[in-house]
């Protein structure tokens, strides 16, 4: 094939006639070692108004991963057609390479191969081109890829142990290999304990079985305990990620160790308690287990003097796991000290940014009587009668020493102006002080809530420690299947752990002093869920809580503080009353008396919405300001948008592209408050033109009569797809399946009006061209 001849061909074709040729060639394994077409991140997804959409243009998508066996990657080809050079590629499989911890990264073109080589030795070039049939061997690039990790060769039978195949298709993402992995690898070296770091949402469980699995199956681990602090993560993980463990695994029970099994998954509280008696985990030998991991680890087991570190302490030689989204790290308490350095993190941020994880946006709401205080007139007595400490109450005293009625109510009619208003059957979780106020709350939803409430008393449910009845619906609240509860008051008891994957908003009116604390309450929101329309959520904050997204720390990598001395204890002390100590429910406010007074009015006093931005930081501007910026960063100027706007085939890739930026035409009309054309609207927003509506231009385009060079059906057809962009505007014409609706239907099939009327599906493109137009020919006028 001559070169003419191959710069012709598409990127596909360069992939199936040259690349895959030369990677067989070289020994690969077409099935087991070479995937093609491999999305790594599905792309961040913008949140704008009550919509969202997914940002392809950052979307991460290898041409080929090469891999030693499935799950143990060795490199990254980035494929380009022939007019490109054959290094064109090399940065971006480069930055593949990075993000999965790859030696190996090429770039092909069809005519050869670049290659960049991050385990270089001295001496060796660390980029270099080849020919097509040069490419190395999968032995040559897992050599490399051996010394780039540092695996000796008695460490090679444990990493490439496999992973748990399920039959049903499903691999980890890429930085759950990552974790995977880097686990396993530090476990072979000899590494005894091992932190892993990853935001809520990623799958931990789904991780911590992968690497349990390898090394039960590798007979590293014959017995492993695996330790939470709530019963409901245990029996999740019992039924879900870990079920492949079979009859192996139990849960332990009636306050027995059963030796029979190899898998057992247990509550710290049933392993040991205040007295000796209850220290079942003494049971067994200090070596009766070989692995222990401990899920959610930031909850305790740093503190020395901890039930988990108790635990930990007794089985002095296993190997020890920790998994937390939240690394605790005060001046008093670091599980980094206990663990070590993380072998492997990621964070909210990057989940966010890889559009794995939910993004949100805030709605601060200011109180009057929180912001500027309440002091009590002299003589002023509560609801029984009580006087009235004459002192100025603020936000840190509502609800947990002064209790206002009618801001409870205040806040519980916002949570439901916010739901009518975008969907009431949404899931939330309303976080309170106490749980006394999250019974109020509830009352107050009721209330607020009106006849969604009467017609179902499950609407709205108090799920905290104390109440049965409400922890007996924990299960149906986090079921998508489920629509009732559709609200949750509590106080603790679902700030971690709980997989409420469809919770669309989480309303703070708790007062928060606890980044980890902060950071689990969040996590409750950031699963995305396809199926059900979730793809991100909103925070709406009474409390001033999300202040802490200020942090320059938040989610960043995870720093020991605590620096003791030569003569100092390595292990970090637990202060007494620390406020990171965060426990089941736990009710501070226990106890102390309240101050409740009825009759003293609140009101909202400010209200603003806070979108996170494209650096990971919450922006507050408003929508059409957004949306502005946006289209002025594509398009320069009024007749730059013009010319691309006339010139495009269909207006709708146009759409689709400002989508991708957070510009949703939907929100937009809602901005303007007015029915305004696409092509208007987005001039309008942006350069600040004169809008007409659609049908303005529908009526202009009927008044120049351009239709009578077209026979009488074809004048239906075209009538009709003016009337229907006149009703719903550009992409509902642009769509061919439009003819399939009415009033089509009355005038033939589709195959019968683009053959009849038009001639054929070339004509009746071409008469839709010249009607849009004609829709907008004097957009360049105006």
Not at 608 to 622: D, H, P, Q, V
Request: charged fraction near 30%; include cysteine; hydrophobic fraction near 35%.
């Amino acid at each position: 094939m001559d070169k003419t001849e191959k710069q012709h061909l598409s990127e596909s074709d360069i992939c199936d006639l040259f690349i895959t040729p030369a990677i067989k060639q070289a020994g690969w394994d077409q099935i087991k070692q070479v995937r093609r077409e491999v999305t790594l991140t599905p792309g961040p997804v913008i949140v704008r108004g009550t919509l969202s959409s997914r940002n392809k243009k950052k979307k991460k998508f290898a041409d080929y991963v090469l891999s030693w066996q499935p799950g143990l990657p060795l490199a990254i080809i980035e494929a380009k057609d022939n007019k490109h050079g054959v290094s064109d590629g090399l940065q971006q499989a480069l930055g593949y390479a990075e993000i999965l911890d790859l030696p190996s990264a090429f770039s092909s073109n069809g005519d050869g191969f670049a290659q960049h080589n991050r385990a270089a030795l001295e001496g060796e070039d660390t980029e270099m081109s080849f020919d097509m049939d040069a490419f190395p061997s999968a032995d040559t690039l897992y050599t490399r890829y051996r010394r780039f990790h540092g695996i000796e060769p008695e460490e090679q039978p444990l990493v490439e142990q496999p992973y748990y195949l399920d039959g049903a298709g499903k691999e980890p993402r890429y930085y759950q290999v990552e974790a995977i992995n880097r686990s396993i690898e530090a476990i072979a070296k000899g590494q005894r304990r091992a932190l892993l770091v990853m935001a809520t949402g990623t799958g931990k469980t789904y991780t911590t079985f992968q690497i349990i699995w390898r090394l039960w199956k590798a007979g590293k681990a014959k017995r492993v305990l695996f330790l939470a602090d709530r019963n409901i993560l245990v029996d999740q993980t019992l039924v879900n990620d870990f079920k492949p463990f079979g009859e192996a695994m139990t849960k332990v029970r009636n306050r027995k160790i059963d030796p029979a099994y190899e898998i057992h998954l247990g509550l710290y509280q049933a392993l040991t308690g205040p007295e000796e008696s209850d220290k079942i985990f003494k049971s067994v030998s200090r070596d009766f287990f070989d692995l222990i991991v401990v899920d959610e680890c930031h909850r305790g087991s740093a503190a020395d003097d901890s039930a988990w570190r108790e635990i930990l302490d007794y089985f002095s030689s296993p190997i020890k796991i920790g998994m937390t989204a939240t690394p605790k790290e005060t001046e008093y308490v670091s599980n980094i000290s206990y663990f070590g350095d993380p072998v492997y993190t990621y964070s909210l941020k990057q989940g966010i940014e890889d559009g794995f994880l939910a993004p949100y946006k805030v709605i601060r709401i200011d109180i009057d009587k929180d912001v500027l205080g309440w002091t009590p007139p002299p003589g002023m007595v509560d609801d029984l009668g009580n006087s009235v400490e004459e002192r100025e109450y603020n936000r840190i005293d509502m609800d947990r020493v002064l209790v206002l009625n009618q801001r409870t109510q205040l806040v519980a009619r916002r949570v439901m102006q916010y739901l009518n208003a975008t969907d009431p059957m949404a899931k939330t979780i309303i976080f309170c002080e106490d749980i006394n106020h999250a019974e109020r709350m509830r009352r107050a939803i009721v209330n607020a809530a009106g006849k969604l409430a009467r017609d179902n008393p499950r609407y709205v449910m108090r799920i905290t420690g104390d109440s049965v009845e409400g922890k007996a619906q924990l299960d149906n609240f986090i079921d998508p299947e489920q629509p009732f509860p559709v609200i949750a008051t509590t106080s603790q008891l679902l700030t971690t752990g709980v997989d409420a994957k469809t919770c669309k908003l989480i309303v703070l009116d708790q007062t928060i002093r606890s980044m980890t604390i902060f950071k689990q309450i969040i996590g409750r929101g950031t699963r995305i869920d396809e199926d059900n329309n979730k793809f991100f959520f909103t925070i709406m904050d009474f409390k001033k809580a999300n202040e802490l997204f200020r942090d320059d720390a938040f989610d960043g990598a995870p720093v020991v503080i605590y620096e003791p001395g030569d003569d100092d204890d390595p292990v970090p002390p637990d202060p007494s009353g620390s406020d990171e100590d965060d426990t089941d429910d736990e009710d501070d406010t226990a106890g102390a008396t309240k101050v409740v007074i009825s009759g003293v009015s609140a009101r909202i006093i400010a209200e603003r919405i806070e979108y996170i931005g494209s650096e990971g930081k919450l922006i507050t501007e408003s929508y059409r300001d957004y949306a502005r910026k946006a289209i002025t960063s594509e398009f320069s100027s009024l007749d730059a948008f013009i010319q691309r706007w006339n010139d495009a085939d269909r207006k709708q890739v146009i759409i689709d592209e400002l989508e991708e930026h957070g510009v949703v035409l939907a929100n937009l009309q809602e901005a303007v408050g007015r029915d305004i054309s696409d092509f208007d609207l987005l001039a309008h927003i942006a350069y600040d033109q004169p809008p007409l509506t659609r049908r303005e231009r529908a009526e202009q385009v009927k008044k120049r009569n351009y239709f009578t060079k077209y026979g009488d059906k074809a004048r239906a057809v075209l009538g009709a797809l003016l009337d229907k962009y006149a009703d719903e505007g550009i992409a509902a014409i642009e769509d061919m399946k439009v003819l399939r609706l009415k009033p089509f239907d009355g005038i033939g099939t589709p195959l019968e009006i683009i053959k009849g009327a038009f001639g054929g599906k070339t004509g009746y493109e071409a008469a839709l061209s010249e009607l849009e137009h004609q829709i907008y020919e004097q957009a360049s006028n105006k």
